[in-house]
């Protein structure tokens, strides 16, 4: 079975950080780019950044760099999201999903939602004033 599951997530001041993971299993990493997208309350879903299983490429929406990183480790099929600099507007629930590595590639930003094949479970962080 093809499985993802984000986690990491938690409450935190402003200023602080959070390291959210996504465990994969079931596919072959180095064809897929893994996506995390976060949805806030009231908000539509929103892609923040991907990473390319086969050559470590990343994308990141303009409102998260310099802040987000993200990262694989591909022998253990886990991508990592750091977020630093946390602030009480990156609330939200934040999701990982897979796509395949050719449309990241043609889209050279995190393709749309819909063209994402697999979704985990979401997970919370909340950040306080």
């Known amino acids: 079975d093809v499985q993802l599951q984000a986690s990491g997530g938690g409450s935190v001041q402003a200023g602080g950080s959070l390291r959210l993971s996504c465990a994969a299993s079931?596919?072959?990493?180095?064809?897929?780019?893994v996506g995390w997208f976060r949805q806030a309350p009231g908000k539509e879903r929103e892609g923040v950044s991907c990473?390319?299983?086969?050559?470590?490429?990343?994308y990141y929406t303009d409102s998260v760099k310099g802040r987000f990183t993200v990262s694989a480790n591909s022998a253990k099929n886990t991508v990592f999201l750091q977020i630093d600099s946390l602030n009480p507007e990156d609330t939200a629930v934040y999701y990982c999903?897979?796509?395949?590595?050719?449309?990241?590639?043609?889209?050279?930003?995190?393709?749309?939602?819909?063209?994402?094949?697999?979704w985990g479970r979401g997970t919370l962080v909340t950040v306080s004033s």
């Open positions: 990473i390319s299983g086969r050559d470590g490429t990343t």
């Open positions: 079931g596919f072959t990493f180095d064809d897929h780019a």
């Open positions: 999903a897979i796509v395949g590595v050719t449309t990241f590639q043609a889209f050279g930003v995190i393709p749309p939602a819909n063209y994402f094949g697999l």
